[in-house]
Protein backbone atom coordinates (compact mmCIF):
# COMPACT_ATOMS: atom_id res chain seq x y z
CA UNK A 1 0.00 0.00 0.00
CA UNK A 2 1.24 3.73 -0.22
CA UNK A 3 1.89 5.94 2.79
CA UNK A 4 -0.45 8.88 2.15
CA UNK A 5 -3.11 8.02 4.62
CA UNK A 6 -3.68 5.84 7.18
CA UNK A 7 -7.22 5.02 8.87
CA UNK A 8 -6.34 6.70 12.44
CA UNK A 9 -9.22 8.29 14.20
CA UNK A 10 -7.80 10.46 17.60
CA UNK A 11 -10.25 10.72 20.31
CA UNK A 12 -8.60 13.96 21.72
CA UNK A 13 -10.83 14.22 25.05
CA UNK A 14 -10.43 10.84 26.10
CA UNK A 15 -8.36 9.20 28.82
CA UNK A 16 -5.93 7.32 26.79
CA UNK A 17 -2.53 9.10 25.25
CA UNK A 18 -2.25 10.11 22.25
CA UNK A 19 0.88 8.24 21.46
CA UNK A 20 -0.85 5.13 23.07
CA UNK A 21 -4.04 5.86 20.57
CA UNK A 22 -1.67 5.92 17.59
CA UNK A 23 0.15 2.62 18.55
CA UNK A 24 -3.11 1.03 19.55
CA UNK A 25 -4.82 1.55 15.88
CA UNK A 26 -1.79 0.41 14.15
CA UNK A 27 -1.79 -2.73 15.74
CA UNK A 28 -5.20 -3.22 14.60
CA UNK A 29 -4.78 -2.08 10.87
CA UNK A 30 -1.42 -5.30 11.33
CA UNK A 31 -4.32 -7.31 13.02
CA UNK A 32 -6.85 -6.69 10.48
CA UNK A 33 -4.64 -6.99 7.25
CA UNK A 34 -5.07 -3.09 6.52
CA UNK A 35 -1.29 -3.20 6.88
CA UNK A 36 0.85 -6.00 5.69
CA UNK A 37 4.44 -6.84 6.47
CA UNK A 38 6.59 -4.82 3.98
CA UNK A 39 3.81 -1.90 3.89
CA UNK A 40 5.57 1.48 4.18
CA UNK A 41 4.46 3.64 6.94
CA UNK A 42 3.69 7.32 6.54
CA UNK A 43 7.16 9.38 7.15
CA UNK A 44 6.77 10.92 11.06
CA UNK A 45 5.97 14.53 9.41
CA UNK A 46 3.45 13.30 6.96
CA UNK A 47 1.45 10.90 10.10
CA UNK A 48 1.89 14.32 12.04
CA UNK A 49 0.46 16.31 9.77
CA UNK A 50 -2.64 14.19 8.83
CA UNK A 51 -3.20 13.21 12.31
CA UNK A 52 -2.94 17.09 13.25
CA UNK A 53 -0.28 15.89 16.08
CA UNK A 54 3.39 17.45 16.83
CA UNK A 55 5.55 15.10 15.65
CA UNK A 56 6.90 14.22 18.92
CA UNK A 57 3.83 12.05 19.43
CA UNK A 58 4.49 10.46 16.19
CA UNK A 59 7.89 9.89 16.83
CA UNK A 60 7.33 8.15 20.25
CA UNK A 61 4.63 6.16 18.81
CA UNK A 62 6.76 4.80 15.96
CA UNK A 63 9.75 4.35 18.59
CA UNK A 64 7.28 1.77 20.84
CA UNK A 65 5.83 0.01 17.44
CA UNK A 66 9.52 -0.54 16.62
CA UNK A 67 10.53 -1.50 20.45
CA UNK A 68 8.15 -4.29 20.02
CA UNK A 69 8.49 -5.70 16.82
CA UNK A 70 5.48 -4.10 14.74
CA UNK A 71 7.69 -1.91 12.79
CA UNK A 72 11.03 -1.91 11.54
CA UNK A 73 13.23 0.92 9.81
CA UNK A 74 16.38 0.67 8.10
CA UNK A 75 18.60 3.37 7.13
CA UNK A 76 17.44 4.09 3.29
CA UNK A 77 14.32 2.31 2.91
CA UNK A 78 12.49 4.11 5.80
CA UNK A 79 9.62 2.52 7.98
CA UNK A 80 7.82 -0.79 6.86
CA UNK A 81 5.75 -2.85 8.99
CA UNK A 82 7.41 -6.11 10.56
CA UNK A 83 4.04 -8.12 11.39
CA UNK A 84 2.43 -9.09 14.37
CA UNK A 85 1.97 -12.63 15.60
CA UNK A 86 -1.83 -13.56 15.69
CA UNK A 87 -2.55 -11.97 12.29
CA UNK A 88 -5.24 -12.51 10.38
CA UNK A 89 -6.09 -11.56 6.79
CA UNK A 90 -9.52 -10.10 6.40
CA UNK A 91 -10.45 -10.38 10.17
CA UNK A 92 -12.04 -7.41 11.82
CA UNK A 93 -9.79 -5.01 14.62
CA UNK A 94 -9.04 -7.23 17.41
CA UNK A 95 -10.00 -4.75 20.26
CA UNK A 96 -6.81 -2.61 21.05
CA UNK A 97 -4.93 -3.83 24.18
CA UNK A 98 -4.98 -2.52 27.45
CA UNK A 99 -2.12 -2.82 28.84
CA UNK A 100 0.66 0.20 27.65
CA UNK A 101 3.44 -1.01 25.57
CA UNK A 102 7.12 -1.29 27.26
CA UNK A 103 10.37 -0.19 24.93
CA UNK A 104 12.68 -2.44 24.10
CA UNK A 105 16.33 -0.93 25.01
CA UNK A 106 18.15 1.07 22.38
CA UNK A 107 21.67 -0.40 21.11
CA UNK A 108 24.86 2.38 20.11
CA UNK A 109 24.22 0.07 16.74
CA UNK A 110 20.59 1.12 16.52
CA UNK A 111 20.96 3.56 13.66
CA UNK A 112 18.47 6.60 13.96
CA UNK A 113 17.18 5.16 17.46
CA UNK A 114 15.83 8.57 18.87
CA UNK A 115 17.30 7.63 22.01
CA UNK A 116 20.40 7.68 20.88
CA UNK A 117 20.16 11.19 19.23
CA UNK A 118 21.17 14.16 21.30
CA UNK A 119 18.24 16.72 21.49
CA UNK A 120 19.49 20.00 19.12
CA UNK A 121 18.59 22.81 20.87
CA UNK A 122 17.99 25.58 18.03
CA UNK A 123 20.59 28.14 17.02
CA UNK A 124 20.87 31.47 19.63
CA UNK A 125 21.03 34.63 17.31
CA UNK A 126 21.77 36.53 20.51
CA UNK A 127 24.86 38.42 20.86
CA UNK A 128 26.83 38.50 24.20
CA UNK A 129 25.67 34.55 25.70
CA UNK A 130 22.42 33.25 25.97
CA UNK A 131 20.64 33.14 29.17
CA UNK A 132 20.50 29.65 29.03
CA UNK A 133 18.29 28.05 31.75
CA UNK A 134 20.36 24.58 31.68
CA UNK A 135 19.81 22.32 34.36
CA UNK A 136 22.30 20.21 35.63
CA UNK A 137 24.99 22.63 35.75
CA UNK A 138 26.29 24.26 39.16
CA UNK A 139 27.25 28.17 39.37
CA UNK A 140 30.75 27.19 38.51
CA UNK A 141 31.94 30.98 38.69
CA UNK A 142 31.26 30.89 42.43
CA UNK A 143 33.76 27.27 42.92
CA UNK A 144 36.90 28.38 44.98
CA UNK A 145 39.29 27.80 42.62
CA UNK A 146 42.20 28.86 44.82
CA UNK A 147 41.22 27.13 47.61
CA UNK A 148 41.17 24.57 45.55
CA UNK A 149 44.92 24.19 44.12
CA UNK A 150 45.71 24.70 47.82
CA UNK A 151 44.37 21.16 48.45
CA UNK A 152 45.90 20.23 44.60
CA UNK A 153 49.53 21.65 45.95
CA UNK A 154 49.13 19.24 49.32
CA UNK A 155 48.14 16.10 47.49
CA UNK A 156 51.37 17.00 45.06
CA UNK A 157 53.32 18.22 48.09
CA UNK A 158 52.51 14.47 49.82
CA UNK A 159 52.66 12.78 46.67
CA UNK A 160 54.47 9.57 46.93
CA UNK A 161 55.45 5.78 44.88
CA UNK A 162 51.45 4.71 46.26
CA UNK A 163 50.07 8.23 44.84
CA UNK A 164 51.83 8.72 41.73
CA UNK A 165 50.92 5.43 40.48
CA UNK A 166 48.41 2.83 40.36
CA UNK A 167 46.19 3.32 42.98
CA UNK A 168 43.54 1.16 44.16
CA UNK A 169 40.51 -0.16 42.55
CA UNK A 170 38.16 1.10 45.35
CA UNK A 171 39.92 4.44 45.70
CA UNK A 172 41.99 6.42 47.96
CA UNK A 173 41.48 5.18 51.65
CA UNK A 174 41.60 8.98 52.97
CA UNK A 175 38.43 9.80 50.69
CA UNK A 176 36.53 6.56 51.12
CA UNK A 177 36.62 7.57 54.55
CA UNK A 178 35.70 11.51 53.92
CA UNK A 179 32.59 10.06 51.88
CA UNK A 180 31.42 7.81 54.75
CA UNK A 181 31.16 10.76 57.58
CA UNK A 182 29.79 12.86 54.64
CA UNK A 183 26.81 10.38 53.98
CA UNK A 184 26.78 10.00 57.70
CA UNK A 185 26.36 13.32 58.56
CA UNK A 186 24.35 14.95 55.47
CA UNK A 187 21.92 11.66 54.76
CA UNK A 188 21.91 9.39 58.21
CA UNK A 189 23.75 6.74 56.33
CA UNK A 190 26.15 4.59 58.27
CA UNK A 191 28.43 3.01 56.07
CA UNK A 192 32.15 1.94 56.49
CA UNK A 193 34.68 3.12 53.98
CA UNK A 194 35.08 -1.00 53.14
CA UNK A 195 31.73 -0.74 51.00
CA UNK A 196 32.29 2.38 49.40
CA UNK A 197 34.30 2.56 46.03
CA UNK A 198 35.15 6.01 44.28
CA UNK A 199 34.20 5.61 40.79
CA UNK A 200 35.01 8.08 37.43
CA UNK A 201 31.40 10.09 38.42
CA UNK A 202 28.31 8.22 38.93
CA UNK A 203 27.31 7.08 35.11
CA UNK A 204 30.85 4.56 36.11
CA UNK A 205 29.30 3.56 38.91
CA UNK A 206 25.68 2.78 37.52
CA UNK A 207 27.17 0.94 34.25
CA UNK A 208 29.47 -1.13 36.94
CA UNK A 209 26.13 -1.98 38.50
CA UNK A 210 24.32 -3.34 35.44
CA UNK A 211 27.34 -5.49 34.21
CA UNK A 212 27.81 -7.22 37.86
CA UNK A 213 23.87 -8.10 38.46
CA UNK A 214 22.04 -7.77 34.21
CA UNK A 215 22.20 -10.36 31.91
CA UNK A 216 20.02 -11.15 28.87
CA UNK A 217 16.81 -11.59 29.74
CA UNK A 218 16.42 -9.57 32.77
CA UNK A 219 14.43 -6.46 33.53
CA UNK A 220 15.36 -3.03 34.59
CA UNK A 221 12.55 -1.05 36.21
CA UNK A 222 13.39 2.86 35.75
CA UNK A 223 11.35 5.79 36.56
CA UNK A 224 8.97 7.58 34.21
CA UNK A 225 10.32 10.13 33.33
CA UNK A 226 13.76 9.76 33.96
CA UNK A 227 16.97 10.93 32.14
CA UNK A 228 17.45 9.17 29.04
CA UNK A 229 21.04 8.09 29.52
CA UNK A 230 19.30 5.90 31.61
CA UNK A 231 17.78 3.98 29.44
CA UNK A 232 20.85 3.90 27.25
CA UNK A 233 23.18 2.81 30.34
CA UNK A 234 20.48 -0.09 30.96
CA UNK A 235 19.48 -0.70 27.48
CA UNK A 236 23.20 -1.87 26.37
CA UNK A 237 23.15 -4.82 29.00
CA UNK A 238 20.58 -6.51 26.89
CA UNK A 239 17.78 -6.00 29.25
CA UNK A 240 13.98 -4.94 28.77
CA UNK A 241 14.02 -1.79 30.18
CA UNK A 242 10.73 -1.57 31.97
CA UNK A 243 9.28 2.06 32.90
CA UNK A 244 6.95 2.24 35.85
CA UNK A 245 5.41 5.73 36.31
CA UNK A 246 6.16 8.29 39.00
CA UNK A 247 3.66 10.88 40.36
CA UNK A 248 3.68 13.17 43.61
CA UNK A 249 5.01 10.53 46.11
CA UNK A 250 7.44 9.06 43.84
CA UNK A 251 7.75 5.83 42.06
CA UNK A 252 4.53 4.04 42.03
CA UNK A 253 5.66 0.95 43.65
CA UNK A 254 2.09 -0.77 42.89
CA UNK A 255 2.53 -0.70 39.42
CA UNK A 256 6.03 -2.66 39.30
CA UNK A 257 4.35 -5.89 38.94
CA UNK A 258 1.81 -4.74 36.09
CA UNK A 259 4.12 -2.93 34.32
CA UNK A 260 6.60 -5.65 34.03
CA UNK A 261 3.59 -8.43 32.79
CA UNK A 262 2.60 -5.87 30.49
CA UNK A 263 6.38 -5.78 28.74
CA UNK A 264 6.21 -10.04 28.82
CA UNK A 265 8.52 -10.62 31.53
CA UNK A 266 8.14 -12.38 35.08
CA UNK A 267 8.76 -9.99 37.96
CA UNK A 268 10.67 -11.95 39.30
CA UNK A 269 13.08 -11.29 36.34
CA UNK A 270 13.57 -7.65 37.64
CA UNK A 271 17.60 -7.30 39.16
CA UNK A 272 17.40 -3.89 39.09
CA UNK A 273 14.86 -1.00 39.77
CA UNK A 274 16.67 2.57 39.54
CA UNK A 275 15.19 5.58 41.73
CA UNK A 276 16.06 9.05 42.33
CA UNK A 277 14.09 9.14 45.69
CA UNK A 278 15.76 12.59 46.96
CA UNK A 279 14.42 14.89 43.59
CA UNK A 280 13.03 12.74 40.81
CA UNK A 281 14.15 13.83 37.90
CA UNK A 282 12.75 15.43 36.38
CA UNK A 283 9.99 16.60 38.01
CA UNK A 284 11.35 17.05 41.17
CA UNK A 285 9.33 15.29 43.35
CA UNK A 286 10.47 13.31 46.91
CA UNK A 287 9.57 10.07 47.56
CA UNK A 288 7.07 9.71 50.65
CA UNK A 289 8.13 7.15 53.57
CA UNK A 290 5.59 4.85 52.57
CA UNK A 291 6.68 4.63 48.92
CA UNK A 292 10.23 4.68 50.51
CA UNK A 293 8.88 1.39 52.56
CA UNK A 294 7.05 -0.40 49.90
CA UNK A 295 9.89 -0.03 47.75
CA UNK A 296 12.52 -1.83 49.38
CA UNK A 297 9.96 -4.86 50.78
CA UNK A 298 9.24 -5.10 47.23
CA UNK A 299 12.45 -5.71 46.23
CA UNK A 300 13.30 -8.31 49.35
CA UNK A 301 10.45 -9.75 47.99
CA UNK A 302 11.57 -10.20 44.69
CA UNK A 303 15.73 -10.83 44.97
CA UNK A 304 15.85 -6.99 42.80
CA UNK A 305 18.63 -4.23 43.63
CA UNK A 306 17.13 -1.03 44.32
CA UNK A 307 20.11 1.67 43.03
CA UNK A 308 19.50 4.99 44.27
CA UNK A 309 20.85 7.88 42.81
CA UNK A 310 21.16 10.66 45.05
CA UNK A 311 22.59 13.52 42.41
CA UNK A 312 20.92 16.42 44.34
CA UNK A 313 22.30 15.19 47.45
CA UNK A 314 23.55 18.13 49.36
CA UNK A 315 20.98 20.97 48.22
CA UNK A 316 17.76 21.01 50.11
CA UNK A 317 15.58 24.36 50.94
CA UNK A 318 12.14 23.31 52.78
CA UNK A 319 11.31 20.75 54.89
CA UNK A 320 12.92 18.34 56.30
CA UNK A 321 15.40 16.13 54.75
CA UNK A 322 14.58 12.60 54.81
CA UNK A 323 17.61 9.58 55.46
CA UNK A 324 18.72 8.22 52.14
CA UNK A 325 17.12 4.92 50.85
CA UNK A 326 19.86 2.83 51.63
CA UNK A 327 20.24 4.25 55.70
CA UNK A 328 20.01 1.66 58.08
CA UNK A 329 18.21 -1.87 57.51
CA UNK A 330 18.09 -0.96 53.75
CA UNK A 331 21.39 -1.61 53.12
CA UNK A 332 21.39 -4.75 51.72
CA UNK A 333 19.11 -4.27 48.76
CA UNK A 334 20.00 -0.82 48.02
CA UNK A 335 22.97 0.63 46.64
CA UNK A 336 23.60 4.91 47.20
CA UNK A 337 25.78 6.40 44.25
CA UNK A 338 26.51 9.89 44.56
CA UNK A 339 28.68 12.08 43.09
CA UNK A 340 30.33 15.80 43.14
CA UNK A 341 29.77 17.02 40.10
CA UNK A 342 26.70 19.26 41.18
CA UNK A 343 28.29 20.14 44.14
CA UNK A 344 31.93 20.81 43.17
CA UNK A 345 32.46 20.87 39.57
CA UNK A 346 31.92 18.34 36.42
CA UNK A 347 35.23 18.06 35.31
CA UNK A 348 36.19 16.63 38.38
CA UNK A 349 34.45 13.35 37.11
CA UNK A 350 34.46 12.03 41.19
CA UNK A 351 31.66 10.02 42.03
CA UNK A 352 31.20 6.86 44.21
CA UNK A 353 28.80 3.70 45.25
CA UNK A 354 28.27 2.85 48.67
CA UNK A 355 27.30 -1.35 48.23
CA UNK A 356 25.61 -3.77 49.98
CA UNK A 357 28.46 -6.07 51.15
CA UNK A 358 28.11 -9.08 48.79
CA UNK A 359 28.15 -6.39 45.95
CA UNK A 360 31.79 -4.97 46.78
CA UNK A 361 33.70 -7.68 45.21
CA UNK A 362 32.22 -8.24 42.05
CA UNK A 363 32.17 -4.40 41.52
CA UNK A 364 35.83 -4.07 41.89
CA UNK A 365 36.30 -6.81 39.87
CA UNK A 366 34.67 -4.68 37.26
CA UNK A 367 36.31 -1.63 38.13
CA UNK A 368 39.76 -2.82 37.90
CA UNK A 369 39.21 -4.72 34.30
CA UNK A 370 37.56 -1.57 33.08
CA UNK A 371 40.00 1.20 33.98
CA UNK A 372 41.80 0.12 37.29
CA UNK A 373 41.26 3.07 38.95
CA UNK A 374 40.34 6.79 39.40
CA UNK A 375 42.79 9.41 39.18
CA UNK A 376 44.52 9.31 42.70
CA UNK A 377 46.00 12.67 42.95
CA UNK A 378 42.68 14.27 42.59
CA UNK A 379 40.87 11.90 44.94
CA UNK A 380 43.69 12.77 47.62
CA UNK A 381 43.11 17.09 46.97
CA UNK A 382 39.39 15.87 46.90
CA UNK A 383 39.91 14.42 50.49
CA UNK A 384 41.78 17.01 51.94
CA UNK A 385 39.69 19.99 50.28
CA UNK A 386 36.67 18.05 52.74
CA UNK A 387 38.61 17.42 55.56
CA UNK A 388 40.12 21.16 55.65
CA UNK A 389 36.55 21.88 55.96
CA UNK A 390 36.39 23.53 52.69
CA UNK A 391 33.85 21.85 51.16
CA UNK A 392 31.48 22.01 53.75
CA UNK A 393 32.13 25.74 54.01
CA UNK A 394 31.68 25.73 49.49
CA UNK A 395 27.85 24.11 50.24
CA UNK A 396 26.97 26.23 52.68
CA UNK A 397 27.66 29.05 50.34
CA UNK A 398 26.12 27.56 47.59
CA UNK A 399 23.07 26.64 49.43
CA UNK A 400 22.30 30.72 49.92
CA UNK A 401 23.20 31.04 46.88
CA UNK A 402 20.96 28.38 45.34
CA UNK A 403 17.91 29.52 47.56
CA UNK A 404 18.08 33.22 46.51
CA UNK A 405 18.08 32.64 42.82
CA UNK A 406 15.59 29.43 43.42
CA UNK A 407 13.35 32.39 44.90
CA UNK A 408 13.76 34.69 41.92
CA UNK A 409 13.22 32.12 39.34
CA UNK A 410 9.97 31.67 41.17
CA UNK A 411 8.90 34.92 41.84
CA UNK A 412 9.25 36.05 38.52
CA UNK A 413 7.87 32.81 36.85
CA UNK A 414 4.76 34.03 39.25
CA UNK A 415 4.82 37.84 38.08
CA UNK A 416 4.75 37.04 34.50
CA UNK A 417 2.61 33.81 34.44
CA UNK A 418 0.43 34.28 37.40
CA UNK A 419 -2.56 31.22 37.18
CA UNK A 420 -1.24 30.41 33.83
CA UNK A 421 1.97 28.11 35.83
CA UNK A 422 2.09 25.25 37.88
CA UNK A 423 5.86 24.56 39.37
CA UNK A 424 7.46 21.25 40.51
CA UNK A 425 10.10 20.35 42.18
CA UNK A 426 11.49 23.69 44.19
CA UNK A 427 12.17 21.56 46.95
CA UNK A 428 15.27 20.54 46.36
CA UNK A 429 17.92 20.56 43.65
CA UNK A 430 18.92 23.03 41.25
CA UNK A 431 16.11 23.09 38.95
CA UNK A 432 12.05 22.79 38.65
CA UNK A 433 9.94 21.60 36.40
CA UNK A 434 7.84 24.54 34.97
CA UNK A 435 4.05 23.50 32.96
CA UNK A 436 2.43 25.91 31.48
CA UNK A 437 -1.05 24.80 31.51
CA UNK A 438 -2.99 27.42 29.92
CA UNK A 439 -0.89 26.35 26.62
CA UNK A 440 -2.30 23.09 26.19
CA UNK A 441 -2.16 22.07 22.85
CA UNK A 442 0.82 24.14 21.97
CA UNK A 443 3.80 22.40 20.69
CA UNK A 444 6.65 22.68 23.13
CA UNK A 445 9.13 22.61 20.42
CA UNK A 446 7.64 25.67 18.66
CA UNK A 447 7.73 27.89 22.00
CA UNK A 448 11.31 26.73 22.10
CA UNK A 449 12.03 28.15 18.81
CA UNK A 450 10.87 31.38 19.69
CA UNK A 451 12.63 31.59 23.20
CA UNK A 452 15.77 30.63 21.39
CA UNK A 453 14.97 33.78 18.84
CA UNK A 454 14.93 36.07 21.79
CA UNK A 455 18.16 34.56 23.49
CA UNK A 456 16.62 32.25 26.04
CA UNK A 457 17.31 28.60 26.22
CA UNK A 458 14.80 26.25 27.48
CA UNK A 459 14.82 22.35 28.13
CA UNK A 460 11.23 20.77 27.03
CA UNK A 461 10.54 18.00 29.22
CA UNK A 462 8.46 15.74 27.16
CA UNK A 463 11.70 14.04 26.03
CA UNK A 464 11.91 12.85 29.21
CA UNK A 465 8.83 10.41 29.18
CA UNK A 466 8.30 7.22 27.59
CA UNK A 467 4.39 6.73 28.52
CA UNK A 468 1.85 9.53 28.65
CA UNK A 469 4.09 12.69 28.29
CA UNK A 470 2.45 15.98 29.47
CA UNK A 471 -0.51 16.96 27.66
CA UNK A 472 0.99 20.73 28.41
CA UNK A 473 3.88 22.47 27.77
CA UNK A 474 6.53 21.63 30.52
CA UNK A 475 10.40 22.70 30.26
CA UNK A 476 13.31 22.25 32.81
CA UNK A 477 14.40 25.35 33.70
CA UNK A 478 17.91 25.08 35.88
CA UNK A 479 18.82 28.43 37.47
CA UNK A 480 22.25 27.74 39.44
CA UNK A 481 24.26 29.00 36.76
CA UNK A 482 22.48 32.61 36.19
CA UNK A 483 22.89 35.40 38.47
CA UNK A 484 19.12 37.22 39.46
CA UNK A 485 19.67 39.55 37.02
CA UNK A 486 19.39 37.00 34.42
CA UNK A 487 17.09 34.99 35.78
CA UNK A 488 14.78 38.17 35.97
CA UNK A 489 15.74 39.29 32.26
CA UNK A 490 15.92 35.38 30.67
CA UNK A 491 11.81 34.79 32.79
CA UNK A 492 10.64 37.84 30.82
CA UNK A 493 11.82 36.96 27.92
CA UNK A 494 10.46 34.01 28.15
CA UNK A 495 7.47 35.64 28.88
CA UNK A 496 7.54 37.66 25.79
CA UNK A 497 7.87 34.32 23.55
CA UNK A 498 5.14 32.31 24.87
CA UNK A 499 2.80 35.46 24.66
CA UNK A 500 4.40 36.13 20.56
CA UNK A 501 1.06 34.39 18.94
CA UNK A 502 -1.31 36.29 20.13
CA UNK A 503 0.11 39.22 22.10
CA UNK A 504 -1.07 38.49 25.26
CA UNK A 505 -0.01 36.91 28.17
CA UNK A 506 -1.86 33.02 29.56
CA UNK A 507 -4.83 33.69 31.08
Known amino acids: ?98 APLAPQPPRPTDAGHTLWQPWEPPPMPRKGGALDFRHGTPALAAFPVARWRQSLAEAYGRADDASLGYGLAEGSPALRTEIATLVRQSRALDASPERIVVTNGATQAMDILVRALVGPGDVVVIEDPSHTVLRQIFGAAQATVVPVPVDEEGLRVMDINARVRAAGHDPARVRLAYVTPSHQFPTGCVMSQSRRRALVEWAHAHGATVLEDDYHNEYAFSGERLPA ?183
Open 1 to 98: MGTTELLITLDRDGSVPLQQQVCDQFIALVRSGRLRPGDAVPASRELARQLGVSRTVVLRSYELLRANGILTARRGSGTKVAGIEGREPNAAAQPAPQ
Open 325 to 507: LAADGHREVVVYVGSFSKTLFPALRIGYAILPQHLVRPFLGIKWITDRLTPTVEQEALAHFISSGAYARHISKMTRLYRERRRRLLEALYEHFGAGVRISGEAAGLHVLVTLPGLRGQDENEIVRRAAGLGVRIYPASGYYVQDPPSEPAFLMGYAALSTARITEGTALLAAAVREPSGALPA
